[in-house]
T-cell receptor, first 113, second 113 residues
């Protein structure tokens, strides 16, 4: 079975500071990995996805994530936080050949002025 | 190009009632998945439809049923509503190809009183 663990239900940063949101996965086979963002009262928007082409994946809005097989991690980073980045972030994993992703419980990013 | 659309946006029902939620997939997509997102949680997979058939189902009771129409749009039906069914219901569409990304609609927020 595959699962996703997002460490920290809330992460608070100052505007301009580094953003680091942690995601660890368990999967018996090489997975597809995703980060989604959800703004209040909206659906999920894809930030980026890993499909084994490159370990460092660049996404929208300046976010990127690095796949580390040895650590079974796929942490999301952004060099400089903006107020508009405040939202809920979800990591998801899907086994190759499966159609259905499993989502983590989410991390709420709070950005202080 | 319209993205995934869902209706209604909000809905209030009482226990024991039945509800139908609707989803139109992104243009060109033929696969529709439904998720339940309780407050403070990640999305939980309900089921997926492809070629008008339920292809895969998550751990949800038979009170949850669905349908896909020839134009690929879909409905989610929930019978005998319980207070615990209160949640944001998300629809996601994709191509039926391994590795394809799911695109999410804005969701329908259901409140059961």
């Amino acid at each position: 079975a595959q699962s996703v663990t997002q460490l920290g239900s809330h992460v608070s940063v100052s505007e301009g500071a580094l953003v680091l949101l942690r995601c660890n996965y368990s999967s018996s086979v090489p997975p597809y990995l995703f980060w989604y963002v959800q703004y209040p009262n909206q659906g999920l928007q894809l930030l980026l996805k890993y499909t084994s082409a490159a370990t460092l994946v660049k996404g929208i809005n300046g976010f990127e994530a690095e796949f580390k097989k040895s650590e079974t991690s796929f942490h999301l980073t952004k060099p400089s936080a903006h107020m508009s980045d405040a939202a809920e972030y979800f990591c998801a994993v899907r086994k190759g050949g499966s159609y259905i992703p499993t989502f983590g419980r989410g991390t709420s990013l709070i950005v202080h002025p | 190009d319209a993205g995934v659309t869902q209706s209604p946006t909000h809905l209030i029902k009482t226990r024991g009632q039945q509800v139908t939620l609707r989803c139109s997939p992104k243009s060109g997509h033929d696969t529709v998945s439904w998720y339940q997102q309780a407050l403070g949680q990640g999305p939980q997979f309900i089921f997926q439809y492809y070629e008008e058939e339920e292809r895969q189902r998550g751990n949800f009771p038979d009170r949850f049923s669905g349908h896909q129409f020839p134009n690929y749009s879909s409905e989610l039906n929930v019978n005998a509503l319980l207070l615990g069914d209160s949640a944001l219901y998300l629809c996601a569409s994709s191509h039926d190809r391994v590795g394809e990304t799911q695109y999410f609609g804005p969701g329908t927020r259901l409140l059961v009183l």
